[in-house]
């Protein structure tokens, strides 16, 4: 019966699309106007997805996660988390002001008003602890907090909290220590503690306060606990990492949103059971990439709205028949939505990302004489602006009218024709007849062997700035042609990328993004709060379940097809594999991260294994290899000097290019070469844009491709190679780098080039920059303060006293789809 409900909602979906991309009959001219006013004003995002927010908006703070409407609806509560200023803001529901915005050190997504609306709680993330403020005059007075326990490292951390004021309780759930906490709202003292094997995400009472319900963020369930008794008397499983709840009145109906899946369960609460699924993907059976995180009833509780935070879009569904409910229509909304209320006629949205990626008008200048603003251990030290590609994102609040049903059919036209991912693109990509990329999933390509290597957290202009050939700035070129003269031959030998985008911004989603195509919420909501200063721990290589994707990574798409690979330091540390895939599938003798082994050495292992490897006969299809030096050690005393580190990651890569193309599978063989982020350094066009590269037999020689490409991008070039099916909607829906390629191979060999400086250079000279390195943990990619490192390796290379330029954020503004370019296929 499941599968049945999943089916038909998923049909009646596409039913829809299809009638909202070819009827237009019987629209109003109201509809009409506004879907070509929204349409004209659309804004491309660098991973190719596009938005067009309607409605009104309210700035918030970064990354807005979670909202609470107080009992009256006369109040809306936001809780501002990532990685540069994080606050609570009170906002007037009806005039939609802002009333005040309480700037706190850290919190995360618990937040609740207690039923007289006098009092407002709030997690307080790592710190472990609950904040409290009475609200007084319309404004957030902080009151006495609840203490859980001691701050990080001690693993707390507090996230969804709800309230029952009639006995003066607060509950608490937490993410690090999988627990239920119990605190009396007087006097601020924790009564009980109750683990319920998880991470929870967040909690809710019963209408009767019996019953507390517990979404397993770290699981697949929701945790019944009995509160007088304070134990767990039901598991109800739903699928991967439930995120948000959200009762019915009457508390007979539970929905739960699956953040780690496409879908919201609908679960009889006396039964225990889900009584029907619903698909909240734009598209029935789609790979994961939805992400639903935020759920929300009208006042009637007819329509369900969802809000879908990698679709960038509300999924609006008729309830108004539990178990038999049905697809309405789609709302667009800002960047990443993160949850969605509704008070009347009324729906308020958080917009996690924004409306776009924002450019900074004074920069990239290098003579700028304003230091750059950061934030460290200590966010309220440092209140400013923040230029860092992580502290870009300044989230909205979409305020808009519920639409009438032709305004809905416009909206989710207008969704549709945003979504670059189809059904028929998961079978069938771009490309030419002949060309080595197929464009058909299970195609033969003349190409059998795929060899693919990350690296660590470069610009496009920080390398390659100074190629004439490409869209460079050679002022904000720190490693030129001297530093890194492989690179600069790859690029200029076979093809120059000048318009590609990483689809994450730091490494915490980079190697999600680098191996699966996606990154899931949990990563998503996390990695804010170790890069900002405000503990964490680096969870996002394989080491936590909770943050690998539903379907796991390449290795684990490639076991299930029957295609063999190995990986060389990635998702493989301390000679270990982080998952198990890649039992028996790892080279034990390649070190995995650490800034102090050379990548030469590290390319020298991979020499000797990979020639056996040949020798035997046994190659495998793919290869994954991590050369990761390029990141640099800062101005750490006794560590290579960055200029040293970058050279001797570029020699690395140029070795293994020249070992690969004199071996016997090189025309057989392609070189895929990506940095898994760009978050340390500016660039002119966007901070996303890096390099990436490509070399092999039958790639392009001499060749520059303008074309807009991702890392999806080059996963889904990957997969067709290998005949694997798209991960994600993201790769899925991306356009794969047939251009790249010719239909003849050239079996050319390619000659590495000895770098131009010295590659045993050492820091050593004391100054601020090397003080400030030596603190800096480097046994871990990212453990420490990027903006600040990005500004050290730019002194150290530039000058002690240059002003290192703000990274530069594109809108990729362009004019509305003309409707016959919607793909009315599907």
Request: with cysteine; aromatic share 8%; net charge negative.
């Amino acid at each position: 019966m499941k599968n049945q409900l999943i089916l038909f909602v998923g049909l009646s979906l596409i039913v829809l699309a299809g009638c909202q991309r070819t009827s237009r009959s019987g629209e109003s001219a109201e509809a009409a106007g506004l879907y070509k006013s929204l349409a004209a004003k659309r804004i491309d995002l660098p991973n190719g997805w596009s938005l067009t927010p309607p409605g009104r908006s309210l700035d918030l703070d970064d990354l807005p996660l979670t909202m609470a409407v107080s009992s009256s609806k006369k109040y809306i509560a936001v809780t501002n988390n990532g990685q540069s200023t994080q606050s609570i803001t009170l906002i007037d529901a009806s005039t939609h002001q802002i009333l005040d915005t309480a700037r706190v050190g850290k919190a995360y997504v618990g937040l609740a008003f207690s039923e007289d609306e006098s009092r407002l709680f709030a997690s307080g993330g790592n710190d472990n602890k609950v904040l409290t403020y009475r609200i007084d005059k319309q404004q957030l007075v902080a009151d006495e907090s609840i203490v859980l326990g001691k701050p990080w490292p001690v693993k707390i951390s507090p996230t969804g909290l709800c309230v029952d004021s009639s006995k003066d309780r607060l509950y608490v759930v937490t993410k690090e220590d999988s627990s239920l906490y119990v605190a009396d709202t007087k006097t601020h003292q924790v009564l009980k503690r109750l683990p319920i094997g998880a991470a929870a995400y967040t909690c809710l009472l019963a209408p009767d306060k019996q019953e507390l319900y517990v979404s397993l963020w770290g699981g697949a369930g929701v945790a019944v606990v009995n509160v007088n008794t304070m134990q767990v008397v039901a598991t109800i499983a739903t699928n991967k990492n439930p995120n948000d709840l959200l009762l019915t009145r009457d508390g007979k109906y539970l929905y739960v949103a699956n953040g780690n899946d496409n879908t919201v369960a609908l679960i009889d609460v006396a039964r225990r059971q889900v009584i029907e699924t619903l698909t909240a993907s734009l598209f029935p059976d789609a790979p994961v990439g939805t992400t639903p995180n935020g759920l929300a009833l009208s006042d009637d509780e007819a329509t369900l709205y969802i809000a879908n935070a990698d679709n960038n879009c509300l999924a609006v569904f008729d309830v108004s028949r539990k178990g038999h409910s049905l697809s309405s229509g789609f709302i667009p909304t800002g960047w990443y939505p993160t949850a969605v209320k509704v008070i009347g006629s009324t729906l308020f949205v958080t917009n996690g990302k924004g409306f776009s990626s924002k450019a900074n008008p004074k920069g990239p200048n290098p003579v700028r004489t304003r230091t750059p603003q950061y934030v460290g251990a200590n966010p309220q030290a440092n209140p400013g602006p923040v230029q860092y590609i992580a502290g870009l994102f300044k989230g909205t609040l979409s305020i808009i009218d519920v639409p009438e049903p032709d305004m809905l059919a416009a909206y989710s036209r207008l969704v549709y024709a945003n979504t670059p991912y189809t059904k028929r693109k998961e079978r069938q990509s771009e490309g030419e007849q002949g060309n080595p990329i197929p464009t058909q999933v299970g195609s033969r390509s003349p190409i059998k062997y795929v060899f693919y290597i990350i690296k660590e957290n470069r610009t496009y202009d920080q390398i390659l700035g100074d190629m004439t050939e490409g869209n460079g700035d050679a002022s904000l070129c720190l490693f030129p042609q001297k530093v890194t003269p492989n690179q600069h031959a790859l690029a200029k030998e076979f093809v120059l990328l000048d318009n590609f985008y990483v689809d994450a911004e730091v490494s915490a989603d980079g190697h999600n993004w680098s191996a699966a195509a996606y990154t899931n919420d949990y990563v998503e909501k996390n990695w804010v709060t170790s890069y900002g200063g405000r503990g964490g721990t680096y969870d996002y290589e394989g080491q936590k379940e909770i943050a690998h994707p539903r379907d796991g990574f390449i290795w684990d798409h490639c076991l299930r097809a029957g295609i063999s690979f190995r990986s060389y330091g990635w998702f493989a540390d301390d000679e270990k594999p982080n998952i198990k895939a890649l039992e028996g599938r790892f080279c034990p003798t390649f070190k995995g991260y650490n800034l102090g082994y050379m990548d030469t050495k590290r390319e020298a292992a991979w020499e000797a294994d990979f020639d056996a490897l040949v020798a035997a006969g046994n190659v495998p299809r793919l290869s994954t290899v991590r050369f990761g030096n390029d990141h640099t050690s800062g101005a750490r005393i006794g560590l290579p000097t960055p200029d040293a580190a970058v050279a001797d990651n570029d020699l690395a890569v140029g070795r293994f290019v020249e070992h690969l193309s004199k071996s016997p599978i090189w025309k057989e063989s392609v070189v895929f070469i990506l940095e898994d982020d760009a978050q340390n350094g500016p660039d002119h066009v966007d901070a996303h844009r890096s390099i990436a590269f490509v070399a092999g037999g039958f790639v392009k020689r001499g060749y520059v491709d303008h074309t807009m490409y991702s890392t999806s991008g080059l996963l889904r070039t990957i997969e067709l190679i290998l005949g694997l099916k798209p991960m994600s909607q993201y790769d899925a829906a991306a356009t794969p780098m047939w251009r790249c390629f010719d239909k003849k191979a050239n079996p050319a060999s390619f000659t590495a080039k000895e770098a131009g400086i010295d590659l045993n250079q050492k820091n050593v000279a004391i100054n601020n920059n090397s003080k400030r390195s030596s603190l800096f943990n480097l046994t871990r990619p990212d453990e420490i303060d990027d903006l600040i490192f990005s500004e050290i390796v730019w002194q150290t290379v530039r000058g002690h006293h240059s002003v290192m330029p703000a990274p530069r954020r594109g809108a990729f503004v362009r004019a509305g789809k003309p409707d016959e370019e919607e793909d009315d296929d599907d």
